[in-house]
C-alpha cells in the first residue's frame, strides 16, 4: 500500500501510522495509537533493566612493602566482593625506587590470585601499567552465592509478633491479701485466733 493511502487511512480512524521495521523491504508499518505503544514499549524496557545484574569493578590497592594481617584483610574484602558477583581489580602500587623490584608486586598478586581459586578465576594476569602493577579477578560463576533470602515466616507468626506489639502492657498482679490462720484448739478456746501466727 503507497504511505499516502496508509496515511488516509489512520486519519480517517483518528489513529497514527507508525513504522514497526525499517530495514525490511518494503518498511512495515502499522496503524495504531503511537501514545500507548511507546509508553509500553518504554515500560517492557524498564522491566528488562530492573531484573539486569549490573557487575561492578572494585578496586583493592596493595603496596609492595604490605604487612601480613593487611594483606589477609584486603584479601577477605576481595572475596566478599566476588561472592557479591562484582569484578576485582587489585593494584600494587610502587613508589620512587620500588619500581627496581617489581617482582616483588608480582609475587603479592599471585599469591592473591592462588589463595583465592575457589573463587576466582584471573581474567587479566599481572601486568605493568607506569607506577603500578594491576590484575582483574572474576568470581566463578558456579561459586558466587545468591544474596541470602530472608526466613519466611507463616501468617499466624506474623499476627502473634504484631499483637505483641500492639498490646498494651499488662498490668501487675494485684496484691494479695494475708489471710487469718485460725488453729481448732485456739478457735473452741477463743483466746485470741484471730491474730496471724
Given at each position: 500500500?503507497?504511505?499516502?493511502q496508509?496515511?488516509?487511512?489512520?486519519?480517517?480512524?483518528g489513529?497514527?501510522?507508525?513504522?514497526?521495521?525499517?530495514?525490511?523491504t518494503p518498511?512495515?508499518?502499522?496503524i495504531?495509537?503511537?501514545?500507548?505503544?511507546?509508553?509500553?514499549?518504554?515500560?517492557?524496557?524498564?522491566?528488562?533493566?530492573?531484573?539486569?545484574?549490573?557487575?561492578?569493578v572494585?578496586?583493592?590497592?596493595?603496596?609492595?612493602?604490605?604487612?601480613?594481617?593487611?594483606?589477609?584483610?584486603k584479601?577477605?574484602?576481595?572475596?566478599?566482593?566476588?561472592n557479591?558477583?562484582?569484578?576485582?581489580?587489585?593494584?600494587?602500587?610502587?613508589?620512587?625506587?620500588?619500581?627496581?623490584?617489581?617482582?616483588?608486586?608480582?609475587?603479592?598478586?599471585?599469591?592473591?590470585?592462588?589463595?583465592?581459586?575457589?573463587?576466582?578465576?584471573?581474567?587479566?594476569?599481572?601486568?605493568?601499567e607506569?607506577?603500578?602493577?594491576?590484575?582483574?579477578?572474576?568470581?566463578r560463576?558456579?561459586?558466587?552465592?545468591?544474596?541470602?533470602?530472608?526466613?519466611?515466616?507463616?501468617k499466624?507468626?506474623?499476627e502473634k509478633?504484631k499483637?505483641?506489639?500492639g498490646?498494651?502492657p499488662?498490668?501487675?498482679?494485684?496484691?494479695?491479701?494475708?489471710?487469718?490462720?485460725?488453729?481448732?484448739?485456739?478457735?473452741?478456746a477463743?483466746?485470741?485466733?484471730?491474730?496471724?501466727?
Open positions: 500500500m503507497p504511505p499516502a496508509a496515511l488516509s487511512i489512520a486519519e480517517e480512524k489513529l497514527d501510522l507508525v513504522e514497526i521495521a525499517a530495514t525490511a518498511p512495515v508499518c502499522r495504531m495509537n503511537s501514545g500507548k505503544y511507546f509508553y509500553q514499549q518504554a515500560k517492557r524496557e524498564s522491566e528488562a533493566r530492573k531484573h539486569q545484574r549490573h557487575i561492578q572494585k578496586e583493592v590497592k596493595f603496596r609492595p612493602k604490605i604487612d601480613e594481617h593487611d594483606f589477609q584483610f584479601k577477605r574484602n576481595v572475596e566478599r566482593f566476588l557479591d558477583g562484582n569484578k576485582v581489580k587489585s593494584t600494587v602500587i610502587f613508589r620512587g625506587r620500588e619500581m627496581v623490584h617489581n617482582e616483588i608486586g608480582r609475587r603479592i598478586l599471585n599469591r592473591l590470585a592462588a589463595e583465592l581459586t575457589e573463587t576466582a578465576l584471573i581474567e587479566v594476569p599481572p601486568r605493568q607506569g607506577m603500578t602493577m594491576v590484575q582483574i579477578l572474576s568470581p560463576k558456579e561459586h558466587a552465592a545468591p544474596k541470602p533470602a530472608r526466613a519466611a515466616k507463616g499466624k507468626e506474623k509478633e499483637d505483641a506489639e498490646a498494651a499488662a498490668a501487675p498482679p494485684a496484691p494479695q491479701k494475708k489471710t487469718k490462720v485460725r488453729t481448732p484448739a485456739a478457735a473452741v477463743g483466746d485470741g485466733g484471730d491474730k496471724e501466727p
